[in-house]
């Protein structure tokens, strides 16, 4: 991902940082300002994080920098980053980049490994695409009831594996599923994707994801998680866009 602002790019993420390793870098590593992303709808810093001799590139947006929206609960957007990434984990796939929840510069809030994208992907051309790591990106905005799927919200890498985020508006108890991806809008679920959701939904009712989602969101709001994951087994379908909700966010990219 590059950035146009305040500010120029002074770090990435190191090569080969795994994501256990990536956690505890970002959770208990010393957090530097290094600038702003002026774009974002949300205070939105770029800063440096550093352990020992650990070192990378991350976001940081502070609750205190959240906008007010009428239809999520005041300074919760920093714990759903936070707990989309815990969904994104639990399923193996690996969509969010590492995230975690820390006391900042600027008080708490999400803090997320920074992630370069490949500049010579053509993201209209990617959106239309029916590529497995979208359509797996499709199920995961399915389950966490994803508001906000934009084409500039995913970060294509060289090798192919594309990462998604800003996952701020997620987890609504209401139907607000808005994307650019609804290349698989009422068809079949793949075997991989219902054997996920199969594993999500035994973690969410007796495993750590469950317990974890408590931490982060309302007890309404992860059973609604759940009831999501039950109605995808059942119909054993893509979802189809809802008649009383915009399907695909605005703008588009």
């Given at each position: ?19 256990e ?25 770029y800063?440096?994080v ?14 205190r920098?959240?906008?007010?929206l ?9 714990s759903r ?6 969904v994104s ?18 008080g708490p ?16 051309v ?12 499709a199920?995961?905005d ?5 508001a906000d ?6 970060l294509p890498?060289p ?7 800003d ?5 609504a108890t209401e ?6 991806l ?14 996920v959701l199969?594993?999500l939904?035994?973690?969410l ?17 992860v ?14 379908l893509?979802?189809?866009p809802?008649?009383?909700?915009p ?7």
């Amino acid at each position: 991902m590059s950035a146009e602002g305040e500010f120029t790019l002074s770090a990435t993420p190191m090569a080969g940082l795994d994501d256990e390793t990536a956690l505890r870098l970002l959770r208990d590593g010393h957090l530097e300002v290094e600038g702003r992303l002026v774009e974002a709808s949300n205070m939105t810093l770029y800063c440096s994080v550093r352990l020992g001799g650990l070192s990378a590139a991350c976001v940081y947006k502070p609750v205190r920098g959240e906008r007010p929206l009428w239809d999520f609960p005041d300074g919760t957007l920093a714990s759903r980053e936070v707990a989309a990434f815990e969904v994104s984990a639990a399923t193996g796939w690996r969509i969010v980049p590492p995230t975690v929840y820390r006391d900042g510069p600027f008080g708490p809030g999400m803090c997320q490994l920074w992630i370069d994208a490949d500049p010579d992907v053509d993201l209209m051309v990617l959106i239309r695409s029916r590529q497995p790591s979208l359509r797996r990106m499709a199920v995961f905005d399915a389950v966490v009831n994803n508001a906000d799927r934009k084409g500039g919200h995913l970060l294509p890498l060289p090798d192919g594996h594309i990462h998604g985020v800003d996952h701020g508006v997620c987890f609504a108890t209401e139907n607000k599923l808005r994307t650019v991806l609804w290349q698989w809008r009422g068809k079949p679920l793949s075997r991989e994707a219902v054997n996920v959701l199969a594993r999500l939904e035994r973690d969410l009712e007796q495993g750590s994801l469950g317990r974890r989602l408590r931490e982060l969101l309302t007890p309404a709001e992860v059973e609604a998680t759940g009831a999501r994951v039950r109605k995808l087994l059942d119909t054993g379908l893509h979802p189809l866009p809802s008649q009383d909700w915009p399907a695909i966010p605005w703008p588009p990219i």
